[in-house]
T-cell receptor, first 110, second 114 residues
């Protein structure tokens, strides 16, 4: 079992729908990252959070430290949001490496 | 203007060869990383350097040797390439010592070993 689990693995939705991607982890963390990998392969950091909620444009990320769970929401989804969304956690002990989830492939249909 | 750059973007080589991938960042970051993304798109940390010192060295074969000549550069040298080394290798950088740790990724180097 991975230390970081994402669901769903694949998600297809119509343009305009509200999207939720979930991330659960099993280790103590100092921070959680959400990344976006474009179809062309490039990786962009969307959020880094250690508590509460962050918002950037149509993207919202929340984290519940007690439940070891984070969600990434996309409002008014658009075909350009189609990408793989990756959750990664930084452990709060040892060498503090990032451990990645397996990603959620999102496809938004016009 | 590129923040984190990698060269080459594509690398096709024969088994047994030695090859290097270079990474440079112009963001003034203090920490750089090498990640490997396998065919199933799973990302895994390989190495990390903070101010030119190795701080993360995951279970990676000795054939892989990172080198950081200065804070802006982190190169990856691979000896005796094997088929299983085929993957996309991403370099990244961040301000680890400032605690923000948002990582900026390079475009990736797709390595194919024949």
């Amino acid at each position: 079992k991975n230390e970081v689990e994402q669901s769903p693995q694949n998600l297809t939705a119509q343009e305009g729908e509200f999207i939720t991607i979930n991330c659960s982890y099993s280790v103590g963390i100092s921070a959680l990252h959400w990344l976006q990998q474009h179809p062309g392969g490039g990786i962009v950091s969307l959020f880094m959070l250690s508590s509460g909620k962050k918002k950037h444009g149509r993207l919202i990320a929340t984290i519940n430290i007690q439940e070891k769970h984070s969600s990434l929401h996309i409002t008014a989804s658009h075909p350009r949001d189609s990408a793989v969304y990756i959750c990664a956690v930084r452990s709060n002990f040892g060498n503090e490496k990032l451990t990645f989830g397996t990603g959620t492939r999102l496809t938004i249909i016009p | 203007d590129t923040a984190v750059s990698q060269t080459p973007k594509y690398l096709v080589t024969q088994m047994g060869n030695d090859k290097s991938i270079k990474c440079e960042q112009n963001l003034g970051h203090d920490t750089m990383y090498w990640y490997k993304q396998d065919s199933k798109k799973f990302l895994k940390i390989m190495f990390s350097y903070n101010n030119k010192e190795l701080i993360i060295n995951e279970t990676v074969p000795n054939r892989f040797s990172p080198k950081s000549p200065d804070k802006a550069h982190l190169n990856l040298h691979i000896n005796s390439l094997e088929l299983g080394d085929s993957a996309v290798y991403f370099c990244a950088s961040s301000f680890r010592d400032r605690g923000t740790d948002t990582q900026y990724f390079g475009p990736g180097t797709r390595l194919t070993v024949l």
